[in-house]
């Protein structure tokens, strides 16, 4: 798994909040192919990404991890539809043109999570993808996100 490199080390010039190689306060997640349209991210929470209760991740923290990894998802299969590797040739570059978390239970703050992203269906213009979220193996999060291709220059 880790021997490929991180999805997000290949994108050129990505200062994202959560996935930026280049935003040195930032969550840095790191998601890796695990098969043809399935990724895994895992990150590990620090104690001040909590919620009120210090005990649990707050929910925008986990929305913005599911961006991330599913985003970052959808640029590397751009380029795979491309027939390219990750950052070559002209930029693929794709937004959030919606985010849908369900929040079904609790993760904890001192506990890493997983990430598991499946693209459901792509075309030309959009990603869509299904996001799951667990923590010690438990479901806490799903979500379902549309990612959008966007020019170079966005
Ligand atoms: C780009 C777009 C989302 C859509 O542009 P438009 O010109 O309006 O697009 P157009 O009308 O040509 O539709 C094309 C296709 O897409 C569909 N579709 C469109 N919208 C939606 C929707 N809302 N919901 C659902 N579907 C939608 C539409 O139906 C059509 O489908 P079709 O092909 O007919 O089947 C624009 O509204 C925008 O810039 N929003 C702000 C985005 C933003 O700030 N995001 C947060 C920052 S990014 C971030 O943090 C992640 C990151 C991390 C790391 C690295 C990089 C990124």
């Not at 239970?105 to 959009?126: G, N």
């Amino acid at each position: 798994m880790t021997e490929q490199p991180a999805i997000q080390d290949l994108i050129p010039a990505n200062h994202c909040f959560g996935c930026g190689p280049d935003n040195d306060l930032g969550l840095q997640i790191k998601s890796y192919w695990t098969g043809q349209d399935k990724s895994l991210c895992t990150f590990a929470p620090q104690p001040h990404h909590s919620a009120g209760p210090v005990q649990y991740i707050n929910g925008g923290i986990i929305a913005t991890v599911i961006d991330c990894h599913t985003i970052c998802t959808a640029i590397a299969d751009g380029y795979r539809q491309a027939g390219r590797e990750v950052g070559t040739g002209d930029k693929i570059w794709y937004a959030t043109g919606r985010l849908d978390v369900s929040y079904r239970a609790p993760a904890a703050i001192d506990k890493p999570v997983t990430l598991e992203a499946t693209i459901v269906e792509r075309s030309e213009r959009k990603t869509l993808l299904h996001c799951e979220l667990s923590s010690e193996g438990r479901l806490c999060a799903t979500a379902d996100v549309v990612a959008v291709r966007v020019p170079d220059g966005w």
